[in-house]
């Protein structure tokens, strides 16, 4: 046997035993179906910070998404009225993804969805980290592809609407396969 190719058969044949004996790590998925507006009602997938935010204890049948102004949300908002008790869209850039969670939860925010600002990502997951300022965070916080960020936003913008409805987290498991409406743009 060649050096390393034990690690390989590993990864292919005992994926699951893998990943205990050597820590390799998956990343974890969260839903959300957008409602309305309807031209972009499709679930979209997130992922969780990894080290700081809350979880969800809750599912929100319907509830806001509002894009923040301004977008990056590294200080005072001026639509922080509106993200009261829902959740904000916000873009990343202009401080860390903690920064940002904090000012969403300082508006009463429910959770906070950061989108990449880069708006041809389609495919790659960035993983949420804590800062080095020791500050925590107690709402959910998840990052969303670029593409899907900037399409949510487009919609908005589109029909003249200040929010999105959502549903969250969907439990995709309980959806047919030929059901599950995922965004056309998104390569799977």
Not at 73 to 96: H, K, M, P, T, Y
Not at 144 to 156: A, E, F, H, K
Request: charge should be negative.
């Amino acid at each position: 046997m060649v050096p390393g190719a034990a690690g390989w058969w590993c990864l292919v044949l005992w994926l699951p035993a893998c990943v205990a004996v050597h820590g390799l790590r998956i990343h974890d998925y969260l839903y959300f179906q957008v409602l309305s507006p309807g031209d972009i009602r499709y679930i979209f997938t997130a992922t969780p910070a990894k080290d700081f935010g809350g979880i969800f204890h809750t599912r929100y049948e319907q509830i806001h998404l509002v894009p923040a102004e301004p977008p990056e949300a590294c200080g005072e908002l001026s639509n922080g009225f509106f993200i009261q008790d829902q959740i904000a869209l916000v873009e990343r850039g202009g401080c860390s993804f903690l920064s940002k969670t904090r000012v969403v939860q300082e508006h009463g925010g429910r959770a906070v969805i950061i989108s990449d600002n880069a708006v041809d990502n389609d495919s790659f997951y960035v993983e949420m980290i804590q800062d080095s300022t020791q500050r925590t965070a107690d709402i959910p916080a998840l990052f969303l592809l670029g593409r899907d960020g900037y399409m949510i936003r487009r919609s908005l913008e589109q029909h003249g609407l200040p929010w999105a409805i959502i549903s969250i987290p969907v439990n995709v498991t309980s959806i047919p396969t030929f059901e599950l409406l995922q965004p056309p743009w998104t390569f799977w």
